[in-house]
C-alpha cells in the first residue's frame, strides 16, 4: 500500500509505544535507534534503575492497544507523598482520594517490554543506527553504523521521537522556520540508591512517593521491585549554599546528607561511592513549532521536553501516541500532512500548558509541601472536592488523575488558586480552617468561571 513505510527515529519510551500503535493499524513501521539493543543483558545499565512515576494518561494509552495487564506487574502503586521533615518525622498527604495511585516503574524495564511487544507485532527494529542527517523533502535518512559504515534509507514518513536533542528537529530547524526555545534550569539531579533492608524488606513505606523537601532542593525516592528505592537528589549546580560544585569529597557528601537528610543518610551505605560514580545531568525545557514539515513530524520530548516535577513527560509522550493515533483514524493516511496538521493544532496548547504546570511544580515540591499552610490549603481543597467532586477539582487530580485537556486544567486551575489565594489570606485560617464556608467558596468559582 502507497503511504505506508513508517520510519520513527528513537526506540525509548515514546517511540517505541509509537511503533505498536502504528504497526497496529497495518502500517509497516521501522524503528532506529543509536543505542545497542537494552535487551541484551550487556547492554543493561549496571546497578542504576532509574524509575518514572506512570499516572492515568499513561495507563489509558497503554489500555487502547490492550497493555494494561503486561505493564501492571512491574509498577508499584504510590497513594501519596510521604514528606520528611529535618528531624526525621513523616507525614502523608494523599495524592488523591482513597485508591488513587500514582505508579513507579523502571525506565529500563519498561523500555525493554515496550520494544519486545513492538517486535511480537512485527516492527522491524534497527539498532546501533545513529541518525546524522535528515533530508525533509526527500524523506531520506543518513545513518552511520559502529562499524563506520553510512546507510541511506528512503520512507513515507518520518517521525522524530528521539527526544529532547532531536536530530528530525535539528533539520527541520535547517529547511524551514521553526521557532526553537531550550532553557536549563539551574538545578542538576542526581541518581542514588536505598537498599533493601538486611531481611530484604523495604526500609521506608513501599507505597508513597517520598519527599524530603528543604526550600532551594530536595530530594525524592521511589519504590522498586527489587524492595529498593531509587533516589533522586535535585541540586542547584552552583551559586548556593548547598550545590554540587560544593560537594567535593566524602566529607561534604556525608555533611549535606547529615545535616538535611538524615533520616535517610541512614538507610544509604553506599551513598559516598554512588555520589562519585553517578552521573549529575541536566535539566532542560524545549518548546518548539512547528512540529512538522511535509511528512515528518515530532514527537515527546523531540518537541516539549519538560522538567520532571509534574511526572508528565512520558505520560504527555504517551498521550501524543493516543491522540495521533485517533487522528489516523478519524482522516486515514492518504494525506499525513494533513494528521500531522491537526496532531499540532490539537497538542500544541496543551503542550505548553503542562510544561508551564512542571515548572511552577518545583516549588510546591522543594518547598511549599513542607509548609503547614500550604497543607492545609490542600486539605480544604480535598474536602472542596469530596464535596462538590464536579465544581471543584484539585489542580493535581486534573493532571494526574484525568485526561482533561491540560490547557483546560491549567485555566481552571489558576481560577481556583485566585479563589484559594483569598481563603488562605484570612490571618486566622489555620485556627479556623475546620469552618470555611465551602458553599461560599464554591459560588465563587463558579462566578470566576462565567467570567
Ligand atoms: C529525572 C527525570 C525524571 C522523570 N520522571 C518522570 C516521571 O516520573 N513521569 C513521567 O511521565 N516522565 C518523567 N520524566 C520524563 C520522561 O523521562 C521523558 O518525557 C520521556 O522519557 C520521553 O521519552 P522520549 O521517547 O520522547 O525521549 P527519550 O526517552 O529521550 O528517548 C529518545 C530515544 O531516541 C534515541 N535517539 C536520540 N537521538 C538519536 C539519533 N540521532 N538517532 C537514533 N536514535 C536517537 C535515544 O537513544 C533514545 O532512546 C522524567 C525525566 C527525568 C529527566
Excluded at 544509604?268 to 552521573?279: I, K, R, Y
Aim: charged share 25%; proline share 5%.
Amino acid at each position: 500500500m502507497k503511504n505506508n513505510d513508517v520510519s520513527i527515529i528513537g526506540a525509548g519510551l515514546i517511540g517505541s509505544l509509537l511503533g505498536i500503535y502504528l504497526q497496529k493499524k497495518g502500517l509497516n513501521v521501522s524503528l532506529y535507534e543509536k543505542r545497542p539493543d537494552l535487551r541484551d543483558k550487556k547492554n543493561a545499565t549496571e546497578g542504576r534503575s532509574i524509575n518514572m512515576a506512570l499516572s492515568d494518561r499513561g495507563w489509558k494509552a497503554l489500555d487502547k492497544i490492550g497493555l494494561r495487564e503486561k505493564v501492571a506487574p512491574f509498577a508499584i502503586p504510590m497513594y501519596g507523598r510521604r514528606i520528611h521533615d529535618e528531624h526525621g518525622e513523616t507525614s502523608f498527604l494523599p495524592y488523591g482520594k482513597e485508591n488513587q495511585a500514582i505508579y513507579s516503574i523502571s525506565r529500563g524495564k519498561f523500555n525493554h517490554l515496550l520494544v519486545d511487544e513492538a517486535e511480537k507485532e512485527g516492527v522491524k527494529l534497527n539498532f546501533e543506527y545513529f541518525c546524522e542527517e535528515i533530508d525533509i523533502s526527500k524523506t531520506t535518512m543518513n545513518f552511520s553504523l559502529p562499524n563506520g559504515e553510512k546507510l541511506e534509507k528512503q520512507s513515507d514518513v518520518i517521525i522524530g521521537a528521539d527526544g529532547a536533542y532531536s536530530s528530525l528537529r535539528d533539520a527541520m530547524q535547517k529547511q524551514t522556520r521553526l521557532n526553537y526555545k531550550q532553557e536549563y534550569i539551574s538545578h542538576g539531579y542526581k541518581e542514588l540508591t536505598i537498599p533493601p533492608t538486611a531481611e530484604g524488606e523495604f526500609a521506608m513505606d513501599p507505597n508513597a512517593l517520598h519527599i524530603w523537601p528543604r526550600g532551594m532542593f530536595m530530594l525524592i525516592a521511589l519504590p522498586n521491585p527489587d524492595k529498593s528505592f531509587t533516589c533522586t537528589l535535585f541540586l542547584p549546580f552552583d551559586g548556593a549554599k548547598v550545590c554540587f560544585d560544593k560537594i567535593n569529597d566524602k566529607s561534604d557528601v556525608e555533611s549535606v546528607f547529615r545535616t538535611f537528610f538524615d533520616d535517610a543518610f541512614l538507610l544509604m551505605p553506599n551513598l559516598v561511592q554512588e555520589f562519585f560514580d553517578n552521573p549529575t545531568s541536566s535539566l532542560i525545557n524545549v518548546e518548539c513549532f512547528p512540529w512538522l514539515m511535509n511528512k515528518s513530524l515530532l514527537i515527546g520530548d523531540a518537541c516539549h521536553a519538560m522538567v520532571p516535577f509534574f511526572g508528565q513527560g512520558m505520560n504527555c509522550g504517551f498521550e501524543d501516541c493516543y491522540i495521533l493515533d485517533g487522528l489516523i483514524e478519524k482522516y486515514g493516511t492518504t494525506s499525513w500532512e494533513l494528521v500531522f496538521e491537526k496532531f499540532q493544532k490539537v497538542r500544541k496548547p496543551d503542550t505548553d500548558a503542562i510544561s508551564q504546570m512542571a515548572r511552577d511544580n518545583f516549588i510546591e515540591m522543594r518547598d511549599s509541601v513542607s509548609n503547614p499552610k500550604f497543607i492545609i490549603r490542600k486539605r480544604i481543597e480535598a474536602k472542596l472536592h469530596e464535596l462538590h467532586p464536579k465544581e471543584w477539582i484539585p489542580l493535581y487530580t486534573m493532571v494526574t488523575f484525568s485526561d482533561m485537556k491540560y490547557s483546560d486544567a491549567y485555566a481552571q486551575g489558576q481560577l481556583q488558586n485566585e479563589v484559594m489565594d483569598k481563603v488562605m489570606s484570612d490571618p486566622l485560617i489555620m485556627q479556623n480552617w475546620h469552618e470555611v464556608n465551602y458553599e461560599d467558596i464554591i459560588s465563587q468559582i463558579e462566578t470566576a468561571k462565567m467570567v
